[in-house]
Structure formats: structure tokens, C-alpha cells
């Protein structure tokens, strides 16, 4: 497994008040298509916050219904990626953060989205949330190409990068 590690202040796991965890899936059907999530012309692996502690499968199983509209259980181990930031002072004032992002991937043809049972938020609906895939050769490409447009999410958005560039390196 490759750890990544961003900590511009200097902090140790010790400094930060508060974890925030992330599970994310790379999914690889047999066309060798990679699964996106595509938003306000944003690019982003499936999955999201893990909610109460729950195990990162837990957390997928839910993104996965969330988004992709579907009961899919994606029988994950272990991460091939964790992506780390230590924050000073995010998200207000002497409260530093762990922001721990824990990626998967899978091979599989049964992840269709059914985009009528959707459970998407009025932000998502708004900036014209889909999924869609993508040839695995064409996938950096086009990350790179939303990492020079984007603004808001940019960090989202390097982590999919190396998150993509860690898999097709595996």
C-alpha cells in the first residue's frame, strides 16, 4: 500500500482535534473503463465520508447507493492508496485536522448506475451530477485537463491524479 502524505505546517497526528476519513473506489469494468463521477465539470472517484465510524465498506456500499442508484456490495480489503493531510487551524481557528482518504479498486462488470434511483443532494442536482466511464488510457488525460479549469475542489481533484496514477501502476 502507498501512503501520501501532505503536511505543509509541520503537525503530527498528535496536533490534530479531529479525523475526517474518506473511502473512495476505483472501479474497472472489462472494456477497461474507469467509473467517474462527473460534477460541475469536475471529475471524482465514487465514494465519500465515512458517517459514524462505520467500516470503509460501509461506507462505499452507501456511496455506491447514493450515487450510482444501486444495492452493490464491492468486497473491498485493503486500500492500495491512503492519502493524508494535516491541516493547522481548517476548519476554523486552533482546530487542526487529520483528513485521511483510503482508495480501492475493483474489477467488475455489475456496477451500472440506475440513474432513476439516484439519491443525490440539491448542490448535485443543480451542477449536473452523473457517472460515467471512461477509457482507462484516456483517464489522466482528462483529469488533467479538469485539474487546469477547476477552482473550488482542487485538491479532490490532484488526489483522483494520483490516485489514478498509483492503480495503473499496480
Sequence with gaps: ??????NYDNLSEDDCHQ???RAKLIVENSKQELLFVIEDNN???????????????ETLIREIKEEAGID??????KPFLVIKYLTKNYPEVNKNTLYITNFYYLKSDDLIPNISN????????????HLEYIPKEQSLSRLEEVSKRVTKVKGAVFDTIDAIKTYLNL
Design 1 to 6: 500500500m502507498k501512503e501520501i502524505i501532505h
Design 19 to 21: 479525523v475526517i476519513k
Design 43 to 57: 471529475m471524482f472517484l465514487i465514494g465519500g465520508h465515512v458517517e459514524n465510524n462505520e467500516p470503509d465498506n
Design 72 to 77: 452493490f456490495n464491492p468486497q473491498v480489503d
Design 118 to 129: 439516484l439519491n443525490l443532494t440539491k448542490d448535485e442536482q443543480l451542477n449536473n451530477f
